[in-house]
């Protein structure tokens, strides 16, 4: 790591002028960085950084190098660009074939990779990493349910590869809308989740749904794409690959780093990018590290799961949470489906949380529909809620099918 943090360094130094007046301002040279902990001294790289430097100012290598070209949607102003030389692809291509190994994965598989191809980095990074093993992969993208079960059905597909919120989707319409139980119809043994953060809770209800084992994926575009790292079966954090990805944890607010397991911001610095390498880059990820051996045997370093992003946090009577927190709550009610909707008013100065939540389609129906025939589900929910995030919500039920629903990221 530290052969790989000087080179990477120097290399970021000479080739990216950004990176060189960050060193200025902070008087030091590539020279003051000679160890791991030396790390400290380097200046951070936001997300803006990357907005102003748009389209080419991050790049560390010849365009004629470039292979590839990601652009991040930009919600806020302009996108960010992550460009891949050959060395970057197959660095991408061999961490995402240790994330199928870590679920399983071995050649003679079939991986249905539901992710979205295109200028998102899920389907071609699960795509690149399946060839890499071996595995045969059916590049079908999100969306189109129908056809994915019964591709899945008819090719033997026995990889899942798509964002945990598709794969209840899939689950539930399987369930409800064709009248399947794909636990027993489909090979699929393991699925291969990220993108987006989701709760034990979920998990156990997507295992339940789809009869497999469910792996938490992690990963970002800045950094490489989905890749960064991957739990193992003990299912007790995700192995960084740290390796090519050097991760630290701050305090969002001071920048000083945390001890081990304790929560902030994840960042991390790409040890062998050469297109758009980053120094340093902060995530807006809010995790922790665990250091100990993990008793799978790898001795990567382990990430906890990540709540969600510091800009998704919300904050209610000064209680701040994630929405993923809200999900672990509800999900503990028997009759909640995994559909709800969080939102926030702040008529004068108490803020009021909303919660529109659908029931499960057997209780909707079994009351005809009659949702003032729901009223103890309501009041559970709240409870959980309160109880666990520390907030009243008031809880709206709607009719089941009538919130909208997401097949991509
Ligand atoms: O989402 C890369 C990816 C694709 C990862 C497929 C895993 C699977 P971006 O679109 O740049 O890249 O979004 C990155 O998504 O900073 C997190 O906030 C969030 N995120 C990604 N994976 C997880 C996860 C891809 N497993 C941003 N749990 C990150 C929670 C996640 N949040």
Partial sequence: QEERLRKI???????????????????ITPDDIRT??????????????????YPYGMLAADLSDVLELHASSGTTGHPTTCAYTKSDLNVWAKVM????????TRKGDIVQNAYGYGLFTGGLGFHYGALEIGATVLPIAAGETERQLSLAKEYGTTILACTPSYAAYLGRYAREKM???????LKWKSGLFGAEAWSEELRERIEELLGLEAFDIYGLSEVIGPGVSVECSEHDGLHIHEDYFLPEIIDPKTGERVKERETGELVLTTLTREATPVLRFRTGDTTLLKMDECSCGRTLLRMGRVFGRADDMLKVRGVKFWPKTVEHALLRVNGASENYEISIQRPEELDIMN?????SKE????????????QTLAKEVEEQVKSIVGVKANIELVPYGTLPRFMGK
């Fill in 179 to 185: 009248g399947i139980n794909l636990a027993k119809k």
């Fill in 97 to 104: 074939a240790r994330i199928y190994a870590s679920a399983g």
């Fill in 363 to 374: 209780l909707f129906e079994s009351v005809g529909g009659d949702l003032s025939k729901l």
């Fill in 36 to 53: 791991l902990d030396d790390l400290e001294k380097i200046p951070f790289t936001e997300k803006e950084d990357l907005r102003k430097a």
């Fill in 355 to 359: 919660l529109r939540l659908e029931p």
């Fill in 9 to 27: 360094v120097k290399y970021c130094y000479e080739k990216v002028p950004i990176y060189k007046r960050k060193f200025k301002r902070a008087g």
